[in-house]
């Protein structure tokens, strides 16, 4: 059996076209486009190259960039304060600090500064919090995303034994909050678990966000399992690969999504999506 390909990249489209369309649709009534901003500090390219991504996303989707690169030796209070600028600005729903930041900024004060209406990367723990206690507001990207992929297979999500394979602020634990909220059983791994291809192999559905290139193996996957690798590697021949060994584990699952055009344009897509619902929230 060879597995069905979970789209990330033409399902991230239909989701913005249908963003795009809201926007228009606000902005027909009177209403104001969403507004993000986007706060790079230094010059690391990998993240250069992601709030270019971002900021062509958010211009093709109708929105304002209000996106701001500062330099690398910029001091945290000076960070601070754009983003109590920012923070009272009607015009601006969303606010982002592209991470990571330099040594001498501290993440945590960064995320916590951020008005949680504004927080569309979700990780203020507010807006975790709420994930966590079923009351959803802001949920971060990259596992809302990779929920909204699953509706695709049309598998129901109820009932799931389901594996995350990492367990980050950023993917893993509210991958795991996601997963509860819609009724899996959901075990979470991490550098400290043991037995790591038992669990794998046990799964109907696993996500893998380590960072390591094809850890987990194809021979892993149950058959029939759903497999999503969250994981994106750069090998030193410029070759993009995922956490997962993509063509031995294509052959067992039921759905499994690619890397590139995976779940990446669905991280992108659904920062689009909370920074809308932050704009139109009455
Ligand atoms: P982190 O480094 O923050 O977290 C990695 C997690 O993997 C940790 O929980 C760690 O465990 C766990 N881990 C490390 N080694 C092992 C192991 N041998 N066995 C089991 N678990 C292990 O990474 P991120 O969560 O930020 O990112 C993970 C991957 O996802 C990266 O490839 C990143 O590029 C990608 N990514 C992709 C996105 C997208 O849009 N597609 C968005 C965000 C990330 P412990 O907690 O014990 O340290």
Redesign the pocket.
């Known amino acids: 059996m060879s597995a069905q390909i979970l789209d990330g990249k033409a399902i991230a489209a239909e989701l913005r076209d249908s963003i795009r369309q809201e926007v228009d649709n606000q902005v027909s009534q009177g209403n104001a486009r969403p507004g993000l901003a986007v706060i790079l500090v230094g010059e690391d390219p990998a993240s250069q190259v992601y709030v270019r991504n971002k900021k062509i996303a958010c211009e093709k989707a109708g929105f304002n960039d209000v996106s701001e690169v500062l330099p690398a030796d910029t001091s945290e209070e000076d960070v601070l304060a754009l983003i109590d600028k920012l923070n009272a600005d009607e015009t601006v729903h969303g606010i982002i600090v592209q991470l990571p930041a330099p040594d001498h900024i501290d993440p945590e004060k960064i995320i916590e500064r951020i008005d949680p209406k504004k927080d569309v990367d979700g990780f203020h723990p507010y807006n975790v919090g709420r994930l966590a206690t079923r009351m959803p507001t802001m949920a971060p990207c990259?596992p809302h995303g990779v929920m909204t992929m699953l509706a695709k297979t049309g598998i129901p999500i109820r009932g799931l034994d389901a594996v995350v394979?990492?367990?980050?602020n950023?993917?893993?634990v509210p991958q795991l909050l996601e997963l509860l909220n819609e009724r899996a059983t959901v075990t979470v791994?991490?550098?400290?678990?043991k037995n790591?291809a038992e669990k794998v192999g046990q799964a109907d559905l696993v996500v893998v966000?380590?960072?390591?290139p094809e850890?987990v193996k194809g021979d892993w996957i149950k058959p029939g399992a759903i497999v999503i690798d969250?994981?994106?590697?750069r090998m030193d021949d410029g070759r993009l690969v995922g956490?997962v060994e993509y063509d031995v584990a294509k052959e067992r699952a039921s759905w499994i999504t690619p890397v590139p055009g995976g779940?990446?344009p669905?991280?992108i897509a659904t920062l689009l999506e909370n920074t809308m619902k932050a704009a139109y929230r009455k």
Do not use: E
């Open positions: 990259t394979v990492g367990a980050s950023i993917v893993g791994c991490h550098s400290a678990t790591l966000g380590v960072g390591i850890m969250v994981g994106i590697n956490d779940v990446g669905m991280t």
